[in-house]
């Protein structure tokens, strides 16, 4: 027992027997967060940011620093389940910020209309760096950690130029531009955990070589069979920090590429990370995210049990999946991105914060391709067309006929592996700026 | 004599020479045999019975509920459907033999202020997925909702009063109860001098200062479940409090029981107990396997007697031909009647092999 009563921390709370007192931990005080921070130099009035080489705050006129209060929590950081009441609040989150919010910065009184789903926000007129903290929507589900930024603006330019040289079909004056503009996001994720047990049974292919005697000509004879045979088993796969981009406003194709993010990471939420770059709320809500996680871990778990079977000939199979100890946390993750034009085209590019991944699109120099698709085809092209013109000369000088079928064949060999390289090559191209 | 003038009837102190069982003993039932092991009959106690703890009278007394005729009725019942019962074990028998008796029980009131902690857990439920996947027609997908248990750490403070909280008065009482059932505790009716024409009474052979170490768990088990009510929760663990006791008053209360036996096999008497107020039966149902044994006997008899005729006939046969048939018809009946003789010793040993039956 304790000994001095009631122990710290503990607070009143209601009784439904008189007679009897009952005292609970006291909540968590919500901290009580200003509606709008702004982040400016104690020592200098100048704005600070977040400083992605010190991990803290600094003043880039006086050199101030101020350090980060949270740690590094990991895995380890808080996750949610998935409560009837949680899954109301998200359902209720729905619909929020269809109306734009105006702030007024406080600095130079200048007024700027933001977009739903923006939680930061610098001056244009002035460079005040600001955190959103209370319009922001979704308040109820607010983003509880984040990955802070390891990849310094200034790194972007040079793996964007590395980037584009190492691909041959990008025009050679974009390998020589000089690409800036990187603009620092946090990016809106959802992270499921969750362990999937399935039973699953199938009939699996064996092939077998038999023996039977074929008394028309008298001999033994080898014949392969396949032979069915029922097979099941269980599987058990724990799925840890799953990640499921949070908006739909950026391109699918890009995030994919780039969302290899270390949830070892994980910060705890504090409005310091967010000083100096933007932040976009999460416009997919929970339950939807929550079923794209659920199919991408049935689609794994069903693959281990494939994987299971003693062959890989498979038919009639089925299966049945539990899904237990399901969590998730709202995180926001790290990018930057730029747009930068060629031939009056814009382009758009990201940067994993945290890895430097990089993902973009890239216009292609199809003069370039063209010209090696033609290089590719042409040998098989010509040995093809000689070999018709020998077949056509060895109807009246037979001997030709024999030089027409040394040319041909590895003519059309040629034309068909030219063939194919030449269609990957344009292929490749055509999805150099897909989105 | 004080306290057993308050019986309101003359009364006799009686003792077991066999098990120590003390009774209270109406002077015209004198003398009784003890219900208890059934060896003996009951002496009256020659040692200074003032002297004898837990004399006085009870408060209380649970009244018989369960009359003689269904009493009567449950006993033929238990007697009923054992194969080669022991002779011993048949409704006349036993009906004869039942005593109604009283055991004794404590109740104790009293007042508890104390601080508890203990971990309180609220059901929530949380919402999960179950799927099932065939190549015929893929992915369906069902939603269901699971209850689990949020646990939360609370203290408090208590000051609160209990009563009738039970402890028993017998060491035995324990085994008792599970034999035949807990008593319901809200029929008791004061104790009147009419309760002993109708029973004998069992007296307590645990002071209240050592049925106390029964009486803490029970408080605080009730006081666990009010802090859990009080909390608001729905479950409680891990209860730990630091009570003071104060005001407590003890209270004897009487709870009716029918008492009587059969002989087994080796003479031993095997009590049947019967609950007084909800007539559940307990005890041993057991066959006799010297009955069953003594019919194998006499079916293995008949079996010797009929194969030696027929061997008779089979020699007369070599004389008569025809009776070489009747003969060999009769070996084989007679070894299908020898191998039946194991049925009777099969069936008792088998209905043996059952648990101890409670109706």
């Known amino acids: 027992m304790t000994e001095t009563f009631p122990p710290p921390g503990f607070i009143p709370t209601a009784s439904a027997i008189p007679g009897i007192a009952v005292y609970a931990p006291a909540p968590e005080e919500a901290e009580a967060l200003p509606e709008i921070i702004e982040f400016k130099c104690p020592q200098c009035q100048a704005m600070t940011a977040y400083s992605v080489a010190d991990g803290g705050l600094r003043c880039t006129y006086c050199g101030y620093y101020e350090p980060p209060t949270r740690t590094i929590v990991g895995k380890s950081a808080q996750e949610f389940e998935f409560t009837v009441e949680t899954l109301a609040v998200a359902s209720q989150a729905h619909g929020w910020g269809e109306a734009r919010q105006e702030v007024q910065c406080q600095n130079c009184n200048a007024r700027a209309t933001l977009p739903p789903g923006r939680l930061t926000h610098t001056c244009p007129f002035c460079g005040s760096n600001r955190v959103l903290q209370q319009d922001a929507p979704q308040d109820g589900l607010r983003p509880r950690f984040l990955i802070p930024f390891k990849i310094e603006a200034d790194a972007c330019g040079p793996i964007a130029q590395k980037w584009l040289g190492s691909s041959w079909m990008v025009p050679k004056a974009l390998k020589q531009k000089a690409l800036a503009g990187f603009t620092g996001i946090y990016l809106p994720y959802w992270t499921f955990d969750a362990v999937t047990q399935a039973e699953w049974k199938a009939e699996v292919g064996h092939r077998e070589t038999r023996r039977r005697y074929n008394s028309s000509t008298k001999s033994w004879e080898s014949h392969t069979v396949t032979v069915w045979r029922w097979e099941s088993g269980r599987v058990r796969k724990f799925f840890d920090d799953l990640l499921v981009p949070g908006t739909a406003k950026i391109s699918r194709v890009l995030l994919n590429t780039l969302q290899d993010y270390d949830t070892q990471a994980l910060v705890a939420y504090e409005p310091q990370y967010l000083a100096g770059f933007l932040a976009q709320a999460y416009d997919i809500q929970l339950e939807k995210a929550w079923e794209e996680g659920r199919e991408a871990m049935r689609d794994a778990t069903r693959s281990a049990c494939r994987g299971q079977a003693s062959t890989s000939q498979i038919r009639n199979f089925s299966m049945a999946l539990d899904f237990s100890e399901e969590s998730w946390r709202y995180v926001l993750a790290p990018v930057y991105m730029a747009v930068y034009q060629y031939n009056g085209q814009p382009y758009q590019m990201m940067v994993n914060g945290q890895t430097g991944a990089i993902a973009g699109q890239r216009p292609v120099d199809w003069n370039k391709v063209w010209l090696v698709v033609g290089a590719v085809a042409a040998p098989g092209v010509l040995l093809t067309l000689v070999g018709l013109l020998a077949l056509i000369l060895g109807m009246v000088l037979p001997p030709a006929l024999g030089a027409a079928a040394v040319l041909l064949v590895p003519g059309v060999v040629l034309l068909i592996i030219g063939g194919i390289i030449a269609f990957s090559i344009v292929n490749k191209a055509r999805r150099m700026d897909d989105v | ?359």
């Open chain 2, 1 to 359: 004599m004080s306290e057993l003038a308050g019986w309101e009837t003359e009364v006799l102190i009686t003792v077991c020479p066999q098990c120590d069982w003390r009774y209270i003993v109406p002077v015209a039932k004198a003398p009784l045999r003890c219900p208890h092991c059934f060896a003996t009959n009951l002496e009256p106690v020659t040692e200074d019975v003032e002297k004898l703890p837990y004399l006085r009278p009870p408060e209380l007394v649970t009244p018989f509920t369960v009359n003689k005729t269904t009493a009567d009725h449950r006993i033929t019942e238990f007697a009923s459907g054992i194969p080669y019962a022991p002779r011993d074990l048949n409704p006349e028998m036993l009906r004869s033999r039942v005593q109604p008796l009283y055991l004794p029980m404590w109740l104790v009131d009293g007042d508890v202020a104390a601080t508890w902690e203990a971990e309180v857990g609220f059901d929530y439920n949380v919402v999960s997925h179950q799927e099932r996947y065939s190549d015929g027609s893929g992915w369906a997908t069902r939603e269901v909702e699971e209850t689990r248990i949020r646990w939360e750490p609370r203290v408090g403070q208590l000051e609160r009063g209990y009563d009738n909280v039970v402890a028993p008065a017998l060491e035995q009482h324990a085994a008792l109860e599970k034999a035949v059932g807990a008593y319901k505790l809200g029929d008791a009716a004061a104790y009147t001098a009419g309760t002993l024409e109708t029973a004998i009474v069992r007296l307590p052979d645990r002071a209240p200062e050592a049925a106390w170490t029964d009486a803490a768990p029970a408080f605080q088990a009730a006081a666990s479940e009010e802090c859990r009510q009080a909390a608001g929760a729905d479950h409680i663990r891990q209860f730990r409090w630091s009570p003071a006791y104060a005001g407590q008053n003890w209270t004897l209360l009487l709870l009716p029981l029918y008492a009587t036996y059969y002989l087994d096999d080796e003479g031993q008497p095997r009590p049947v107990l019967i609950n007084g107020q909800s007539g559940r039966v307990y005890g041993v149902r057991r066959a006799s396997m010297q009955r069953a044994q003594r019919t194998a006997l006499i079916i293995v008899a008949v079996a010797a007697i009929l194969f030696l005729l027929s061997l008779i006939a089979g020699v007369a046969g070599l004389a008569v031909p025809p009776l070489l048939v009747v003969g060999g018809i009769g070996g084989v009946v007679a070894l299908c009647i020898g191998l039946g003789a194991i049925i009777p010793i099969f069936r008792a040993w088998q209905f043996n092999r059952k648990p101890i039956e409670i109706l």
